[in-house]
């Protein structure tokens, strides 16, 4: 299997990624994982490891260890599907800034990468298909600071 092409299916692999893992070994999304075989096995260097960037992504998420618990309950308590990834974004949006705003040392885009890790986390074993949900949303959100991320030199070189 070929490394995904675009920065979308980049970040859907690695979203998948994490969403596996903090489902617990019942849910398999292997496919991503496979990212590089073929060109490892021709020789040709692949930079692109779905569990390295994963597990970069939960490092920056371990940063934010603040109380998210009520924001947590907020999004599971939500009725709608829709509701509960409107609810996500209101809650990854508004703690960036305000961090952003404690810390001028702390990136915005960072902030988001981070508390979208750790929503996700927190949510996932909670309520599954809601997490569900929230993975596509936290999708959506990582596509509108692809800048950021490029900028650091793609999802291969994001440190952590």
């Known amino acids: 299997m070929k490394t995904p092409q675009s920065f979308k299916e980049q970040t859907e692999c690695i979203v998948n990624a994490l969403l596996e893992e903090f489902s617990g070994p019942t849910v398999q999304h292997s496919a991503c994982r496979s990212f590089c075989v073929d060109e490892t096995d021709s020789g040709v260097a692949c930079s692109f490891d779905v569990a390295i960037i994963a597990g970069r992504l939960r490092q920056i998420g371990d940063a934010y260890n603040g109380d ?8 599971i308590a939500e009725t709608s599907l829709v509701q509960a990834e409107t ?9 960036s800034k305000t961090w952003c705003a404690q810390d001028s040392s702390l990136v915005y885009e960072r902030a988001v990468l981070g508390l979208s890790v750790k929503v996700l986390e927190y949510v996932v ?5 809601i ?3 929230l993975a596509r949303a936290m999708i959506n959100m990582i596509s509108s600071i692809e800048g950021y991320i490029q900028d650091q030199g793609g999802w291969e070189n ?3």
């Open 125 to 129: 074993p909670k309520a599954p298909q």
């Open 158 to 160: 994001l440190e952590s």
């Open 68 to 75: 998210l618990e009520a924001s947590v309950r907020d999004i």
């Open 87 to 95: 609810k996500f974004q209101e809650v990854v949006e508004s703690l």
């Open 131 to 133: 997490g569900r949900q």
